[in-house]
């Protein structure tokens, strides 16, 4: 009974702290992007993904740093206490929140692979850049994408060879491997991990705002965003229908409004360094990391206690 009640308590607080957190992100996260909207578009696209996941890091550590413990050290072993309705509702909500969200990302690698594996059926190998291969695939659609998260790889239809010059190729692979670098292939994986109702959003301008990123990365000069723009009209017609629907970063999406607004924002692309507000120095998060790690050890073992009390009126 006492490990029972354990993961009862556990469950319920999770599912509290990550319900409450999700819903104060649904409604607040338009506001904050608006507040970065001068901020460089990978900070942006850093924040947003940040956000996504504040309610399953927090509930996971309040969970294991506060809950357990106290649960561990505080509460007595030899009473026999039942589990009361609340604690058992929420911790069955709490594990099936767990296990859709496991079965959401296991659909979602499922359907990912069996995609590859259609993709890849003919494919030939075109070359290897920074230890990715990058292979030449049969279909028209995608015309560029990275797919794999372990060990990706760069597919290349023969459209996009035959429509692209060697520049605008060059520039395009320079793009799918921003994505490589930055992981953006396991990060929608975490993505249908954590789903929640009203985040399709928050994610939406997330996956825009990393496209963004990588069309950054992939440029140094108003010639090559030229060349990327110009490789991004060339296929736009071959977007895949959802964007969404596998675990891949494809070079061109739907709908048409972000495709516009990346060619436009390439087409005017500036050589001129630009000033965007500093965050926080290597040396200033150091600084607050040690503060902060101060006064979690001067409070954590009353704070024990007093997260006891609420659990186990919880309990009642």
């Known amino acids: 009974m006492f490990a029972l009640r354990g993961v009862a308590i556990s469950f319920s607080v999770f599912v509290v702290v990550y319900c409450v957190l999700s819903l104060a992100v649904c409604l607040t996260w338009r506001r904050i992007r608006q507040r970065v909207q001068d901020h460089r578009v990978r900070r942006i696209a850093d924040l947003l993904f940040s956000l996504r996941m504040l309610p399953l890091a927090s509930a996971a550590l309040i969970t294991a740093a506060f809950t357990v413990p106290s649960f561990l050290l505080l509460e007595p072993r030899a009473i026999d206490e039942p589990v009361g309705a609340a604690p058992l509702t929420l911790g069955i909500l709490g594990a099936t929140l767990a296990l859709m969200g496991a079965g959401n990302a296991l659909l979602a690698m499922f359907r990912a692979s069996r995609s590859i594996s259609l993709w890849t059926s003919d494919a030939q190998p075109l070359a290897m850049v920074a230890d990715v291969p990058v292979l030449r695939i049969q279909q028209s659609v995608p015309a560029m994408t990275v797919t794999g998260i372990v060990r990706p790889k760069v597919l290349?239809?023969?459209?996009?060879?035959?429509?692209?010059?060697?520049?605008?190729?060059?520039?395009?692979?320079?793009?799918?491997?921003?994505?490589?670098?930055?992981?953006?292939?396991?990060?929608?994986?975490?993505?249908?991990?954590?789903?929640?109702?009203?985040?399709?959003?928050?994610?939406?301008?997330?996956?825009?705002?990393?496209?963004?990123?990588?069309?950054?990365?992939?440029?140094?000069?108003?010639?090559?965003?030229l060349d990327l723009a110009a490789a991004l009209i060339k296929l736009s017609r071959f977007a895949p229908a959802d964007s969404r629907a596998d675990l891949s970063a494809a070079l061109v999406h739907n709908p048409a409004s972000m495709m516009n607004a990346r060619v436009e924002r390439l087409i005017s692309w500036s050589d001129q360094p630009q000033v965007h507000s500093k965050g926080l120095s290597g040396r200033s998060g150091i600084a607050v990391a040690a503060v902060v790690l101060t006064v979690f050890g001067g409070v954590y073992s009353p704070l024990l206690s007093e997260i006891h009390t609420a659990t186990e009126w919880l309990m009642r």
Do not use: C, I, Y
């Not at 996956?207 to 000069?221: P, Q």
């Open 156 to 225: 290349v239809s023969g459209v996009a060879e035959f429509l692209l010059s060697e520049r605008e190729l060059q520039t395009a692979l320079n793009h799918e491997m921003a994505h490589v670098q930055r992981r953006d292939n396991l990060r929608k994986l975490l993505f249908r991990f954590v789903a929640f109702p009203g985040m399709r959003a928050l994610e939406s301008s997330w996956l825009e705002a990393t496209e963004m990123a990588a069309d950054d990365a992939a440029v140094s000069n108003h010639g090559e965003a």
